[in-house]
T-cell receptor, first 117, second 111 residues
Framework: ETGVTQSPTHLIKTRGQQVTLRCSSQ?????VSWYQQALGQGPQFIFQ???????GRGNFPPRFSGLQFPNYSSELNVNALELDDSALYLC????????????????FGAGSRLTVL | DQQVKQNSPSLSVQEGRISILNCDYT??????FLWYKKYPAEGPTFLIS?????DKNEDGRFTVFLNKSAKHLSLHIVPSQPGDSAVYFC??????????FGTGTSLTVIP
């Protein structure tokens, strides 16, 4: 059983650029969620993808967008990068969309660390 | 709006002693809580959970206690081992598909 893999592990961008982060979900999982973890903070929910559609979004602007592919892998795209976008971006997969009442436990990847200069 | 709070950024404990990590929450609608453990350069991994219908859940050396009236939960690790040194996040699910995470507590177990 393969876990969640993310790429790249580290990257540096400059303000105003665009970035694409990639995630392969755990075998058997059909749902992908993305979280942003800024330095000294806990992970914050960006959005979730299920059946190739966005299925819930946190308090992030539209320049954060995503995709999910038929094989359940996913991309996170961030346009017009700002300094505050510097963070660890975590992808998590699950079997099913609901996390209510313990319905699903997220399996996280190791993350992509983005530095915006 | 920080709905899940971990007020202790760090904790140091001697090997063999008890580690107690605390978490407070503000939303009384939360019905399930989880603890995740994170080592450097790795993603968070699920450790233990508790439903709001219980006040205690135990799994080996790890026990989570829930006090609903105080909106407080704690993770006890007994006995603590050096391999337990990691960042621990408390989390609660809300609105069906997202988790709220605390800011984490970095535990160091001293050999």
């Amino acid at each position: 059983e393969t876990g969640v893999t993310q790429s790249p592990t580290h990257l540096i961008k400059t303000r105003g650029q665009q970035v694409t982060l990639r995630c392969s979900s755990q075998s058997g999982h059909n749902t992908v969620s993305w979280y942003q973890q800024a330095l000294g903070q806990g992970p914050q929910f960006i959005f979730q993808y299920y059946r190739e559609e966005e299925n819930g979004r946190g308090n992030f602007p539209p320049r954060f967008s995503g995709l999910q592919f038929p094989n359940y892998s996913s991309e996170l795209n961030v346009n017009a990068l700002e300094l505050d976008d510097s963070a660890l971006y975590l992808c998590a997969s699950s079997l099913g969309t609901s996390v209510h009442s313990g319905a699903n436990v997220l399996t996280f990847g190791a993350g992509s660390r983005l530095t915006v200069l | 709006d920080q709905q899940v709070k971990q007020n202790s950024p760090s904790l140091s404990v001697q090997e063999g002693r008890i580690s107690i990590l605390n978490c407070d929450y503000t939303n009384s609608m939360f019905d399930y809580f989880l603890w995740y453990k994170k080592y450097p350069a790795e993603g968070p991994t699920f450790l233990i959970s508790i439903s709001s219908i219980k006040d205690k859940n135990e799994d080996g050396r790890f026990t989570v206690f829930l006090n609903k009236s105080a909106k407080h939960l704690s993770l006890h690790i007994v006995p603590s081992q050096p391999g337990d040194s990691a960042v621990y996040f408390c989390a609660a699910p809300h609105t069906g598909n997202q988790f709220y995470f605390g800011t984490g507590t970095s535990l160091t177990v001293i050999p």
